[in-house]
């Protein structure tokens, strides 16, 4: 089994900042791209950034310039650094990692337990 455990969630004023963990665990040969997605009450759960095991990321474009995607692959870890926070962004924040768990080339998608951030304007 495959468990992604986030960390680094709470509650900060606007223009302040954040820094989300999540730390992959388990039983798996490698892992390609792994991202961070948010979800506000009574909407959809939208891409917020994602890189790949080579370090090309994707940004939504409404964190362009704020937030910061990184991932330190002898950790099994992705971070998300997030500046000059907006209210916004108050959220659940999801990591996931797509993972190949017994090196055959075929990749699951595992998803955590989620994070709330909470921006007070």
């Known amino acids: 089994q495959v468990q992604l455990v986030e960390s680094g969630g709470g509650l900060v004023q606007a223009g302040g900042s954040l820094r989300l963990s999540c730390a992959a665990s388990?039983?798996?040969?490698?892992?390609?791209?792994m991202g961070w997605y948010r979800q506000a009450p009574g909407k959809q759960r939208d891409l917020v950034a994602a890189i790949t095991s080579g370090g090309t990321t994707n940004y939504a474009d409404s964190v362009k310039g704020r937030f910061t995607i990184s991932r330190d692959n002898a950790k099994n870890t992705v971070y998300l650094q997030m500046n000059s926070l907006k209210s916004e962004d108050t959220a659940v924040y999801y990591c996931n990692a797509d993972v190949d768990r017994y090196g055959l080339g075929t990749f699951n998608r595992y998803w955590g337990q989620g994070t709330q951030v909470t921006v007070s304007s």
């Open positions: 388990g039983s798996f040969r490698s892992m390609s791209t």
